[in-house]
């Protein structure tokens, strides 16, 4: 069964803050990550998408993933009360399918 | 305005009936998938269609069917089979390369 770990939260950060988001996965051949952060009662938007071993940075938003640890996480500079949502973990599982984390809620404080 | 639409945005259903939602996308893209997501989880897949008239079920497709007669529609019906149907129900389409999936707004289905 091909899974995403991810800890539900609720993870608290003050404003101005690094929010730092983790995520394992458990299939070795997947080739594709995604970030989406969903707002209460909205649908899942997409933050970041990364293929690459290494960082990739898009504004205050870096994912950094490392395939051998079967590891991606998101990184949040500068965090904003507007950023507090859940955010949620996803990889390709095949197909064109999605594998979804149960997401890790992010709260911002001022 | 591109995009994926669904309708409609609130739906009550009595038991034993059963409910069509809609899921419309302009985008010209191939794919499409229906995903259900409950409180304080992930979301789960139910169909999925990578051309028009093909369909494959997904995770949970029980007491679900959906239709692709048409690249922009992709109909999921929640049959009265489907013994616990309340949930927030999510169409994404696939964006070609790069496997990236983008959401439409979800149906909060509720069941009276």
């Known amino acids: 069964q091909k899974e995403v770990e991810q800890n539900s939260g609720p993870l608290s950060v003050p404003e101005g803050a690094i929010a730092s988001l983790n995520c394992t996965y458990s299939?070795?051949?997947?080739?594709?990550f995604f970030w989406y952060r969903q707002y209460s009662g909205k649908s899942p938007e997409l933050i970041m998408s990364?293929?690459?071993?290494g960082d990739k940075e898009d504004g205050r938003f870096t994912a950094q993933l490392n395939k051998a640890s079967q590891y991606v996480s998101l990184l949040i500079r500068d965090s904003q009360p507007s950023d507090s949502a859940t955010y949620l973990c996803?990889?390709?599982?095949?197909?064109?399918?999605?594998?979804f984390g149960a997401g890790t809620r992010l709260a911002v404080h001022p | 305005d591109g995009g994926i639409t669904q309708s409609p945005k609130y739906l009550f259903r009595k038991e034993g009936q059963n409910v069509t939602l809609s899921c419309e996308q302009n985008?010209?893209?191939?794919?499409m998938y229906w995903y259900r997501q409950d409180p304080g989880q992930g979301l789960r897949l139910i169909y999925y269609?990578?051309?028009?008239?093909?369909?494959q079920k997904g995770d949970i497709a029980e007491g679900y069917s959906v239709s692709r007669e048409k690249k922009e529609s992709f109909p999921l019906t929640v049959t009265s089979a489907q013994k616990n149907p309340t949930a927030f129900y999510l169409c994404?389409?696939?964006?070609?390369?790069?496997?990236?999936?983008?959401f439409g707004p979800g149906t909060r289905l509720t069941v009276l």
């Open positions: 996803a990889f390709s599982g095949g197909y064109n399918k999605l594998i």
């Open positions: 269609s990578q051309i028009v008239n093909d369909f």
């Open positions: 990364i293929y690459s071993n």
């Open positions: 994404a389409s696939l964006a070609g390369v790069e496997d990236t999936q983008y």
């Open positions: 299939d070795r051949g997947s080739q594709s």
């Open positions: 985008l010209n893209h191939d794919a």
